[in-house]
């Protein structure tokens, strides 16, 4: 499952580019007039944003220009791909024999306006959770999956996005022809 771009991506990155020219500006400004003190204070803030803003633009770009995808289901198991720039090394992966369970789950985010955001997450077995992932989530634990197997963490998890070139139920689809049992808790 790949993410194709999107406008709230395209936004993100235009903000970060006038984000640059501001510092672009600070720093030109701040040059004609390096002898004062707010012409040094102005140089400083301008390279500062440069640096930072311009290495947010970059990872927004390379982002979008990767082709990256964020989650892979095939017949070896599930795979999480780091992020760009990440290494590939850093991938998450969980064979099927691991998977215990796979839980869809949505939460409300409260930015202006409500939006849902839903989830997948691949629960690993007993076994192959100790020592290994983080603790059980209390989010995935107030839901109360005593009925589902697996330990409850969100290593395996991944926010379903709309702009994802696969839709959720083909995702859901080719769990259930593994075999894998699924708990759909978006109602919980």
Partial sequence: MRSRASAQGVVAAAGTLVLVAVSVAFAVSGARDVTAVGGMIALAVGVAGIALFGGGLVVAAGRALSGRP??????????????????RSRDRRLPWPEVAAVVVWSRELPRGRQRVVQHVTFLPTEERAEGSSPPPSAELLAMGLDDVPGVATLHWSVEVSPGWDTDLATILAEIHRRGVPTADVRSR
């Fill in 70 to 87: 964020v989650l892979e289901v095939n017949d070896a198991g599930v795979r999480l791909p780091a992020a760009w720039p990440w290494s």
